[in-house]
């Protein structure tokens, strides 16, 4: 960190810390998170922004492993949440799934508030310069042909996934009703009652499992794929249950709560009647 970035960074943290967090911990409807001092032992309350998505409660640290709160965490991951204070454990994340939740977030918003927008996902490996890998991760659409018009189009419309590299690849639909069907950033056109079966089909990606999204959280895990990497798995709803669906892939987890690193990810499929 530079001289002048370190001078802003303390002066800051010196405001929030004297003025600004004694001011809005005091505020009802402030949200707080507590941890305890790594130190001292003591309680630690610092006003936060964030939101919930499911059970899960997400936030990101304005500064982030510089954050007195995320040193804490490190040292104990108990903490509690008021709005009314809930008990928890917390995890620090890297930038992708923080970014990840907010996204769906914003999906959620647009099913529940009629006539909200969504903005497709796209991923890029942001390469630069030698040896910086190209393509991984990288985005594929889903064009009728290769003109740059279908590509930007097939873009536009959230037909597209994000896989880590080209040796993943993905089929993602949901059908009911009188033969009817969809893809991704597609839409299945059926009543609220009709059974719907969500289906993918994975390849180039052993041991992953597959997780199913919804408006509603996750509502489906997979056992993981096979050692060879390639395999279907299918789970059934209803628009009435879900607005939307859509899949995640995922590496073996490490120890613990977490879900594992991404392998790939879709668009949604959405259902119903709009």
Known sequence: MSRLADL????????????????????PLQTVLETTGRISGLPRQTPVGGRRVGDPFWLVSEFG?????????????????????????????????VSLADWDSMLVASVRENGRDWIPAMGNSDA????????????????DDLTREAIQEGIRAGRSYIAESKNVSLTFTASGGRGRQAGIGGRLEVDRDTPVTVRLEATGAPRCTVRFVT?????????????????????????SYAAYVRAELRHEAAVGPLPGALAAFTNPIFLGRP
């Open 65 to 97: 492993e510089k954050s007195q709160y995320v040193r804490n965490i490190k040292a104990d991951p108990r903490v509690r949440v008021r709005g009314r204070w809930h008990p928890g454990t917390a995890h620090l994340l890297p930038d992708d799934e």
């Open 215 to 239: 408006d509603q959280g996750v509502l489906f895990t997979s056992a993981p794929l096979p050692v060879s990497g390639s395999g279907v798995v299918e789970w059934r709803t209803t628009p």
């Open 8 to 27: 802003r960074f303390r002066a800051a943290t010196t405001f929030q810390r004297r003025v600004g967090n004694p001011i809005l911990r005091r505020l």
């Open 128 to 143: 630069h310069r030698s040896p910086d890998p190209v393509g991984s991760p990288q985005t594929v659409v889903l064009a």
